[in-house]
């Protein structure tokens, strides 16, 4: 026990920052995928009961199949941010836990490959939740032209 070298200081805060990092992450982006699914879905399912109990006709129909089908895209968007979101959290681990033990030039090269996939997951992941806010305000005006 007494020739073992004591961990250098950066190895143990870059430990810590990652899971720090995964953990914030995680949280904040699952908070908004998993808010986007339940305001979709539930915007879907408000719309779907009021045209049940009316009777639509012309364009309202139109506007009604429209409204729905971009609600549930809405909720399609946001599944896929929240996939695009664990593979983001996925990288970061990779790239900390690698960044912690720096040992050669060949393990530099996979850090900056982890950390390029993690910027490119990252911007994806925001984009579809971007998309998935804009398709519910497409949806919510279609739905107010659908009521008339």
Not at 11 to 28: F, K, N, P, Y
């Amino acid at each position: 026990m007494d020739n073992q070298t004591p961990e250098d200081p950066y190895q143990i805060l870059a430990r810590e920052r990652s899971h720090e990092d995964s953990r914030q992450t995680v949280a904040t982006n699952r908070m908004l995928f998993q808010s986007l699914v339940l305001i979709n879905g539930g915007a879907a399912i408000a719309a779907l009961a009021y045209y049940g109990a009316h009777n639509l006709s012309g364009a309202g129909k139109s506007a009604a199949l429209l409204t729905i089908i971009l609600y549930c895209l809405g909720v399609f968007t946001a599944v896929f941010a929240g996939l695009y979101v664990r593979r983001t959290t996925q990288e970061w681990e990779s790239f900390w836990e690698l960044k912690s033990y720096p040992d050669s030039a060949e393990q530099e090269r996979i850090i900056k490959g982890h950390r390029e996939h993690a910027v490119r997951s990252k911007r994806k992941s925001a984009a579809l939740l971007i998309s998935s806010e804009v398709l519910f305000l497409v949806a919510s005006l279609c739905l107010v032209v659908s009521l008339g």
